[in-house]
Protein backbone atom coordinates (compact mmCIF):
# COMPACT_ATOMS: atom_id res chain seq x y z
CA UNK A 1 0.00 0.00 0.00
CA UNK A 2 1.48 3.10 -0.68
CA UNK A 3 0.93 6.17 0.93
CA UNK A 4 1.22 9.41 0.21
CA UNK A 5 2.77 11.90 2.41
CA UNK A 6 2.74 15.55 1.42
CA UNK A 7 3.75 18.89 2.58
CA UNK A 8 0.67 20.39 5.51
CA UNK A 9 -0.76 23.56 4.37
CA UNK A 10 -2.73 25.56 6.40
CA UNK A 11 -5.92 23.75 5.15
CA UNK A 12 -4.80 20.94 7.01
CA UNK A 13 -4.57 22.68 10.52
CA UNK A 14 -8.47 21.24 12.07
CA UNK A 15 -7.31 17.91 10.57
CA UNK A 16 -3.48 18.29 12.27
CA UNK A 17 -5.13 19.30 15.65
CA UNK A 18 -7.97 16.55 15.89
CA UNK A 19 -5.23 14.15 15.12
CA UNK A 20 -3.36 15.10 17.86
CA UNK A 21 -6.13 15.29 20.31
CA UNK A 22 -7.25 11.57 19.20
CA UNK A 23 -3.82 10.32 19.62
CA UNK A 24 -2.77 11.97 22.61
CA UNK A 25 -5.59 10.75 24.55
CA UNK A 26 -5.18 7.07 23.53
CA UNK A 27 -1.37 7.44 24.53
CA UNK A 28 -1.80 9.83 27.64
CA UNK A 29 -4.53 9.52 29.28
CA UNK A 30 -3.90 7.00 31.58
CA UNK A 31 -0.36 8.21 32.45
CA UNK A 32 -1.41 12.35 32.56
CA UNK A 33 -5.16 12.15 32.91
CA UNK A 34 -7.77 13.17 30.32
CA UNK A 35 -8.07 16.96 31.63
CA UNK A 36 -4.66 17.09 31.23
CA UNK A 37 -4.39 16.34 27.83
CA UNK A 38 -7.17 17.99 26.66
CA UNK A 39 -5.62 21.17 28.31
CA UNK A 40 -2.04 20.17 26.70
CA UNK A 41 -3.33 19.81 23.23
CA UNK A 42 -5.16 22.94 23.58
CA UNK A 43 -2.55 24.87 24.48
CA UNK A 44 0.36 23.16 22.18
CA UNK A 45 -1.99 22.58 19.24
CA UNK A 46 -3.78 25.82 18.89
CA UNK A 47 -4.87 26.50 15.85
CA UNK A 48 -3.26 29.63 15.00
CA UNK A 49 0.43 28.36 16.64
CA UNK A 50 -0.58 25.68 14.23
CA UNK A 51 -0.82 27.51 11.37
CA UNK A 52 2.25 29.41 12.49
CA UNK A 53 4.30 26.14 12.62
CA UNK A 54 3.14 24.84 9.20
CA UNK A 55 4.03 28.37 7.47
CA UNK A 56 7.04 28.45 8.92
CA UNK A 57 8.46 25.09 8.00
CA UNK A 58 7.11 26.04 4.35
CA UNK A 59 8.71 28.69 4.22
CA UNK A 60 12.19 27.09 5.24
CA UNK A 61 14.80 24.24 4.06
CA UNK A 62 16.05 23.57 7.70
CA UNK A 63 12.31 22.49 8.90
CA UNK A 64 9.42 20.22 8.40
CA UNK A 65 5.88 19.77 8.30
CA UNK A 66 3.82 16.83 6.86
CA UNK A 67 0.68 15.26 6.69
CA UNK A 68 0.14 11.74 5.76
CA UNK A 69 -2.96 10.71 3.60
CA UNK A 70 -5.08 7.82 3.44
CA UNK A 71 -5.24 5.57 0.78
CA UNK A 72 -8.00 5.37 -1.60
CA UNK A 73 -9.39 2.24 -0.17
CA UNK A 74 -9.07 3.87 3.39
CA UNK A 75 -10.88 6.82 1.82
CA UNK A 76 -14.18 4.60 1.42
CA UNK A 77 -14.73 3.57 4.85
CA UNK A 78 -18.33 5.59 5.88
CA UNK A 79 -17.35 5.60 9.13
CA UNK A 80 -13.96 7.61 8.83
CA UNK A 81 -14.46 11.49 10.05
CA UNK A 82 -13.82 14.21 7.23
CA UNK A 83 -10.53 14.94 9.07
CA UNK A 84 -9.28 11.19 8.75
CA UNK A 85 -10.08 11.72 5.21
CA UNK A 86 -7.74 14.56 5.18
CA UNK A 87 -4.68 13.35 7.51
CA UNK A 88 -4.00 10.53 9.34
CA UNK A 89 -0.96 11.67 10.40
CA UNK A 90 1.41 14.30 10.75
CA UNK A 91 5.33 15.06 11.49
CA UNK A 92 6.92 18.37 12.22
CA UNK A 93 10.45 18.92 12.85
CA UNK A 94 13.09 22.31 13.68
CA UNK A 95 16.86 22.58 14.09
CA UNK A 96 17.49 21.80 17.56
CA UNK A 97 18.50 24.97 19.69
CA UNK A 98 21.29 24.11 20.72
CA UNK A 99 23.15 22.36 18.00
CA UNK A 100 22.78 23.36 14.55
CA UNK A 101 23.54 19.42 13.42
CA UNK A 102 20.48 18.39 14.87
CA UNK A 103 16.82 17.66 13.95
CA UNK A 104 14.22 18.23 16.32
CA UNK A 105 11.25 15.58 15.75
CA UNK A 106 8.94 18.10 17.97
CA UNK A 107 5.95 16.27 17.02
CA UNK A 108 4.60 13.06 15.06
CA UNK A 109 0.90 11.49 15.49
CA UNK A 110 -1.01 8.85 13.74
CA UNK A 111 -4.71 8.73 14.60
CA UNK A 112 -5.05 5.56 17.14
CA UNK A 113 -6.97 3.40 14.62
CA UNK A 114 -4.38 3.51 12.04
CA UNK A 115 -1.49 2.77 14.24
CA UNK A 116 0.62 -0.30 13.16
CA UNK A 117 -0.62 0.66 9.29
CA UNK A 118 2.61 2.24 8.30
CA UNK A 119 1.39 5.60 8.43
CA UNK A 120 4.07 6.94 11.04
CA UNK A 121 7.01 4.73 9.36
CA UNK A 122 5.70 6.81 6.19
CA UNK A 123 5.90 9.83 7.79
CA UNK A 124 9.21 9.14 9.33
CA UNK A 125 11.31 8.17 6.24
CA UNK A 126 10.01 10.73 4.61
CA UNK A 127 10.85 13.68 7.55
CA UNK A 128 14.52 11.91 6.99
CA UNK A 129 14.91 11.86 3.62
CA UNK A 130 14.14 15.66 3.74
CA UNK A 131 16.00 16.20 6.45
CA UNK A 132 19.22 15.09 5.66
CA UNK A 133 21.04 17.70 3.20
CA UNK A 134 20.63 19.98 6.49
CA UNK A 135 21.31 17.64 9.28
CA UNK A 136 23.52 14.80 10.72
CA UNK A 137 21.04 13.31 13.45
CA UNK A 138 17.48 14.07 14.24
CA UNK A 139 16.28 13.66 17.92
CA UNK A 140 13.25 14.03 19.94
CA UNK A 141 12.04 13.02 23.39
CA UNK A 142 9.13 10.64 24.27
CA UNK A 143 7.05 10.40 27.82
CA UNK A 144 8.90 7.50 29.43
CA UNK A 145 5.65 5.41 30.01
CA UNK A 146 4.63 5.91 26.21
CA UNK A 147 4.95 2.57 25.69
CA UNK A 148 4.16 2.31 21.88
CA UNK A 149 5.91 5.48 20.93
CA UNK A 150 9.06 4.15 22.41
CA UNK A 151 8.82 0.53 20.62
CA UNK A 152 8.22 2.60 17.24
CA UNK A 153 11.26 4.82 17.35
CA UNK A 154 13.42 2.06 19.25
CA UNK A 155 11.98 -0.36 15.58
CA UNK A 156 13.22 3.00 13.45
CA UNK A 157 16.51 2.78 14.92
CA UNK A 158 16.50 5.25 17.06
CA UNK A 159 18.92 5.12 20.46
CA UNK A 160 18.19 5.96 24.14
CA UNK A 161 20.30 8.83 24.77
CA UNK A 162 19.05 10.60 27.73
CA UNK A 163 16.59 10.99 30.92
CA UNK A 164 14.72 14.45 31.75
CA UNK A 165 11.71 15.59 33.47
CA UNK A 166 9.02 16.76 31.93
CA UNK A 167 6.47 19.27 32.62
CA UNK A 168 3.35 18.01 32.48
CA UNK A 169 3.39 16.12 35.57
CA UNK A 170 5.06 15.85 38.96
CA UNK A 171 8.14 12.84 38.71
CA UNK A 172 7.12 11.98 35.10
CA UNK A 173 10.12 11.65 33.02
CA UNK A 174 10.89 11.51 29.36
CA UNK A 175 13.16 9.82 27.02
CA UNK A 176 15.79 11.74 24.74
CA UNK A 177 16.09 9.36 21.46
CA UNK A 178 18.18 10.22 18.75
CA UNK A 179 19.44 8.54 15.44
CA UNK A 180 21.97 9.56 12.62
CA UNK A 181 20.55 10.51 9.41
CA UNK A 182 21.35 8.68 6.19
CA UNK A 183 21.35 5.32 8.10
CA UNK A 184 18.63 3.01 8.51
CA UNK A 185 19.69 1.96 11.68
CA UNK A 186 18.07 -1.20 11.25
Same mark, same amino acid.
Given at each position: ???????? *?????? @????? $?????? $??? &????????? &?????????? !???? +???????????? @????????????????? +???????????? $???????????? %??? %??????????? @?? *? /??????? $??????? &??? /????? @????????????? !?????????? !???????????????? &????
Amino acid at each position: MTRVVRQA *TTDDVW @AVHET $ARESWH $AAY &DEIIGSKRV &DDVVDDWYAV !GDLE +SSISDATDRDDA @AFFVVEPTPTECESETD +SDFERDCLGFAH $AVPWPEDSDVAF %LAR %LYVRPERWGSG @AG *T /RLLERLE $ADLESSF &DRI /RLSVL @ADNDIGISFYESA !GFEHVGTRET !GLAAGLEEYVYEKRLG &DDGR
